[in-house]
């Protein structure tokens, strides 16, 4: 094998899934970072040896997730060697980089994770997907992703709101000056709003 040893990948693997969980979609830096997470063998390793080192069947999963998916694989002996077969029926698993999960499930207000067509219902109750913590994890992340939206919205109409004004004939030098004053202060708002919120969403 031309691999090296699957745990050298780690952190491309990490990069790869942009920190986050692929099955609950926890943020490393909401879950006691980095070394609350692990290399999950996609297909587990102890029903496909030869890809036990194969960095394309490696993926970021946190501990809980790993430990619950253990070695479970019900397309076992299904797919006859097309990788791409990943669930049978309603049971088994979606491959998070060659299919969409937002086709499979949603995500509600509340942080659940609904499911929409197989095998979502099978992951979501054996992976424990709705568990208090990574619930309110991801209801906390939606609500600053409104927020966040809310203040995009607030903030172009401001600005074209001020844009209005300068366009009144009638308005003194100082007037515009203070408008202009004004909607650099409130850019500068914007821009301090947006550092915080990737931050806070871990988008970086």
């Known amino acids: 094998s031309s691999f090296r040893k699957y745990h050298e990948y780690r952190q491309e693997i990490r990069e790869d899934c942009c920190g986050r969980c692929v099955y609950c979609d926890a943020h490393e830096n909401e879950i006691g970072g980095v070394e609350s997470m692990t290399l999950d063998h996609f297909r587990p390793k102890d029903k496909y040896k030869h890809l ?8 970021w999963a946190c501990h809980i997730c790993n430990q619950l998916k253990g070695n479970l694989w019900p397309a076992y002996g299904h797919d006859n060697g097309h990788y791409e077969v990943t ?3 309603e049971k088994g698993f979606i491959d998070p980089f060659s299919e969409d999960i937002a086709d499979f499930m949603e995500l509600s207000p509340d942080g659940q994770l609904k499911a929409l067509k197989d095998p979502a219902l099978y992951i979501i109750s054996f992976l424990k997907l709705n568990r208090i913590g990574v619930r309110k994890i991801r209801e906390n992340r939606r609500n600053k992703y409104e927020r966040r939206q809310e203040y995009e919205i607030y903030y172009a109409q401001a600005v074209r709101s001020i844009d209005s004004f300068l366009q009144n004939p009638l308005l003194s030098e ?28 871990n988008l970086h």
């Open 174 to 201: 100082e007037e515009k000056k203070q408008l202009l004053v004004d909607k650099e202060r409130l850019k500068q708002q914007y821009k301090l709003m947006l550092e915080n919120s990737e931050q806070d969403l």
């Open 52 to 59: 036990t080192h194969d960095p394309s069947n490696l993926v």
């Open 87 to 89: 669930f049978i029926n």
